[in-house]
Nanobody, 124 residues
Framework: QVQLVESGGGLARPGGSLRLSCAAS????????MGWFRQAPGKEREFVAT????????YYANSMKGLFTVSRDNAKNTLYLQMNSLKPEDTAVYYC?????????????????WGQGTQVTVSS
């Protein structure tokens, strides 16, 4: 059974940091490109970052470049998102996703599996 379980969300102050994790099971993690997306209340799901199966290629939404870092540990079947300099507008549910064929992409419909999400709230 495929599972993607996000963790590490919570409350952060503006300017603070959080590190999200996504534990994968039920599929060969190292064969999949992975992505992070987020969805704020009343808004559509938004691309955050993606990483290739081997971690060598990454791609970020413009607003996250230099602030967020995506990484993976294939030995631990885990995806990470380091978020720095957080802003209130980063408040959202953050989802990890997995894509078997085609490499990295920012298009959510091209991902095969999704986690349930973890809430990130940035507030003073």
């Amino acid at each position: 059974q495929v599972q993607l379980v996000e963790s590490g969300g919570g409350l952060a102050r503006p300017g603070g940091s959080l590190r999200l994790s996504c534990a994968a099971s039920g599929f060969t993690f190292s064969n999949y490109a992975m992505g992070w997306f987020r969805q704020a209340p009343g808004k559509e799901r938004e691309f955050v970052a993606t990483i290739s199966w081997n971690g060598l290629d990454t791609y970020y939404a413009n607003s996250m470049k230099g602030l967020f870092t995506v990484s993976r540990d294939n030995a631990k079947n885990t995806l990470y998102l380091q978020m720095n300099s957080l802003k209130p507008e980063d408040t959202a549910v953050y989802y990890c996703s997995a894509r078997r064929i085609g490499g990295i992409t920012y298009v959510p419909s091209l991902y095969d599996y999704w986690g349930q999400g973890t809430q990130v709230t940035v507030s003073s």
